[in-house]
């Protein structure tokens, strides 16, 4: 045996082990990186590392069998011993190793520091078992990962109420919330219990609401509240926890601690595991690893502040809340949270109209990486993720967005804004029936979200359930009364039924909650125009586009027609040019808007009608046949349903055009009938549609009552603007 080690030695077996393992290591770091870098599949890194291994035995055999001479290789047992140079590339062997050793230093130090940005497409790992059940509802249900509709009424379900300030100075408010938040996300991370989201928990702080409404609200079995006191260096948590069906308080606790983020953390994970006992399900809780978490005070009640702040949901907010973040992350470099939390914020931003789209995007793609980095696995950063891609990706497949949102449900099913992301890459998609079961299940955790609601209603009214879409909506504001986006949703409901004047008053209330808000103004300058009042539209968007629809409001045909070439909007630029029978121009344009909105791929909805309708007409026209798909799609869509079994204004004109261009063009009459009853007010019986009804006696009555229609909405509107509300933002 010891003549075998003597050998091995001599051979430099053990060196060449060292020298193949060191130098391997440093091949998978490099093929990491740039496999990552330049997307590559997952395939491309197995196959280095399997020949990695293939290879180390290799090297062994002919390291024992061969020996490198000056005069080339040669069989080790050819050599005799007194011509053997084996001590010497034994001793560069050695600093080879030594070299390599640095270098493995010099990368682990320098990965505390660079930032890789990681592929879309290539995620971080979190259990397989997890990932395979997120990955597998992509093909089957939804309902499989999160909260089903039975743990409405489980017992194992949790709300945590927004714990009180008991500070003296009444100044810690944002504090006693955070905390409350941060206990919340500790819950969610409980097997089996469902979590109730922060949005809805907390829409009932300083209520004075009764425990039997909240459960009935919340539909849960347990309400979690407490207290907060800072006092000096000290910090004192009260908590209980009731019992819903008989209000009885079944636990209850108070920590005094010294003032530090480990006591406070640690607080968090006892208070979870009492409930665990207190429950006594089949729970099971594992406390957060040191990743998510601040060893500093300092950065830890900044970041609640911030996050507080980005939860409101409004740009001056959203704004300060990235500053407070950025010095959270100056403070703790290494807080993951803080990155992903600042990346939302940059995103909401853009999304509530404080800040330009290219900054949002910069800076939230580089905060994500860095987040990627620090917390790979964790269910906010992952979000974080999904709601990038979601909102900038050119890819009309959302999948990236699809892929890192399931990644997130799986790595937390209690977090429905991992849902929420999910239903809105779904229906970036055309998915609707996805994105809907998503959605629902974002909403079984977050019942009272205006933004869930909001989307809920959207993916309603493209289904065609619109009656359950206003329902969802106005129950939305029923919750949330001073979010701007339920009414803003209302107002376009009103819109497309023809109550111009409830759209308007919607409209503005929607605009005072959120002056920075784009769609207001957009719902607002249709309303004018439709109403005559040309000048109030120019102050909403004084924009060539703008001004080439009034022009052709005014019958100033061949001023619209000049001002084609300078509109934005091509939608808007092919919908004009289709009325001035320019049907080259809205070809090309339609054409575009085929391309960037994927029209080729999708079925008719509610909210691309009116382009496939104007689409089919226009190519018709040209005698092109791509006219044809369009019509198709449009006769699956009305199928032998009458004008009198829709409801909707869009869906009414897209009706009158496509009957207009059939057989039997007086098909169309009904249908502009139903749209002027329901109040639809504009010149577009100009258009070239309905050139074969033009001598009708209906279609000329029709053209009357339409012209009274506006005389009306004209006098409706002026009375409002003469008489406006005191939170009106002011038309000038």
Do not use: C
């Not at 004192?236 to 108070?254: F, G, M, P, V, Y």
């Amino acid at each position: 045996m010891t003549s075998l080690l003597s050998e091995l030695r001599r051979r430099n077996i053990f060196r060449v082990a060292g020298a193949y393992a060191v130098v391997s290591w440093i091949m998978v770091q490099i093929a990491a990186i740039t496999s990552a870098s330049f997307g590559a599949p997952d395939w491309v890194m197995k196959m280095i590392i399997v020949t990695l291994v293939i290879g180390f035995p290799v090297a062994i055999v002919l390291a024992w069998a061969f020996e490198m001479t000056p005069d080339g290789v040669r069989p080790t047992e050819a050599i005799p011993s007194d011509e053997s140079i084996a001590s010497q590339t034994g001793r560069k062997l050695d600093w080879a190793i030594l070299v390599g050793l640095l270098v493995v230093g010099g990368l682990l130090a320098f990965g505390e520091f660079i930032r890789p940005a990681p592929s879309t497409e290539t995620l971080s790992e979190i259990s397989p078992e997890a990932m395979a059940q997120a990955t597998e509802s992509t093909e089957s249900d939804l309902t499989s990962i999160g909260p089903s509709e039975s743990d409405h009424q489980s017992t194992q379900s949790i709300a945590v109420l927004p714990f009180e300030d008991y500070s003296a100075e009444k100044d810690q408010d944002y504090f006693a919330k955070g905390i409350s938040e941060e206990l919340l996300n500790v819950l969610a991370r409980i097997r089996g219990l469902r979590v109730a989201s922060r949005t809805s928990a907390f829409a009932f702080g300083g209520q004075n609401k009764s425990v039997q409404e909240i459960s009935d609200a919340l539909k849960v079995s347990h309400i979690l509240d407490g207290s907060v006191r800072k006092s000096g260096e000290t910090l004192r948590i009260s908590a209980q926890l009731i019992e819903t069906t008989n209000d009885n308080q079944i636990w209850s606790a108070t920590y005094d601690r010294p003032l530090t983020a480990k006591n406070i953390f640690d607080v968090q994970d006892e208070i979870a595991t009492a409930i665990v006992e207190e429950l006594k399900g089949r729970l099971t809780f594992t406390p957060e690893g040191e990743t998510g978490r601040t060893v500093s005070l300092e950065a830890y009640e900044l970041y609640l502040k911030a996050r507080e702040q980005s939860n409101q949901r409004l740009p001056a907010p959203l704004l300060a809340s990235i500053g407070d973040f950025e010095e959270v992350i100056t403070l703790d470099p290494k807080f993951s949270h803080a990155y992903s939390g600042l990346a939302d914020s940059y995103m909401l931003a853009f999304a509530y109209g404080a800040l330009p789209r290219e900054t949002a995007k910069t800076e939230a793609r580089k905060n994500i990486d860095r987040a990627l980095v620090l917390s790979p696995s964790s269910a906010e950063t992952l979000t974080s993720a999904a709601m990038y891609d979601h909102m900038f990706s050119e890819s009309p497949d959302s999948q990236a967005a699809i892929d890192y949102a399931l990644k997130a449900v799986a790595a937390n099913p209690n977090y429905s804004v991992a849902f929420h992301r999910l239903g809105q890459a779904y229906a970036k998609k055309g998915d609707y029936e996805k994105s809907l079961k998503a959605f629902e299940q974002a909403r079984t955790l977050d019942p009272l979200s205006a933004s869930i609601l909001n989307n809920i209603a959207r993916i309603q009214r493209l289904t065609g359930d619109w009656k359950a879409a206003k329902a969802t909506t106005l129950d939305n504001i029923k919750w949330n009364p001073e979010q701007p986006a339920g009414h803003i949703a209302l107002s376009v409901f009103y819109f497309y039924e023809g109550d111009f004047l409830n759209s308007f008053l919607s409209a503005k209330e929607g605009q005072a909650l959120n002056p920075n808000d784009p769609t207001p103004p957009i719902i607002l300058k249709e309303i004018f125009i439709k109403a005559k009042l040309f000048d109030q539209a120019l102050a909403m968007e004084n924009s060539a586009d703008t001004q080439a629809v009034i022009a052709f409001e005014q019958g100033d045909f061949e001023a619209a027609r000049a001002s084609l070439p300078k509109m934005q909007d091509l939608t808007q630029k092919a919908y004009l040019a289709f009325l001035l029978k320019d049907y080259e121009r809205a070809a090309t344009a339609y054409d575009k808007v085929i391309t960037e909105k994927s029209y080729n791929a999708l079925k008719a909805d509610t909210d691309n009608l009116v382009d496939f309708a104007n689409i089919s007409f226009v190519f018709g026209k040209l005698g092109l046949p791509k006219s044809t798909p369009y019509r198709s799609r449009l006769t699956d869509y009305f199928g032998h349903q009458s004008a009198y079994d829709f409801d909707q204004l869009n869906q009414l004109w897209a009706g009158a055009v496509f009957k207009a261009s059939g057989k039997t063009p007086t098909d169309a009459l009904s249908w502009i009938d139903r749209m002027i009853s329901l109040g639809q007010a504009d010149n577009m019986l100009e258009g070239p549609a309905f050139d074969s009804l033009r001598t009708a006696p209906e279609f000329v009555a029709y053209q009357a009552r339409m012209s009274e229609n506006r005389s009306s909405l004209n006098t409706v509107i002026k009375a409002k603007l003469a008489d406006p509300e005191p939170n009106w933002v002011k038309v000038d």
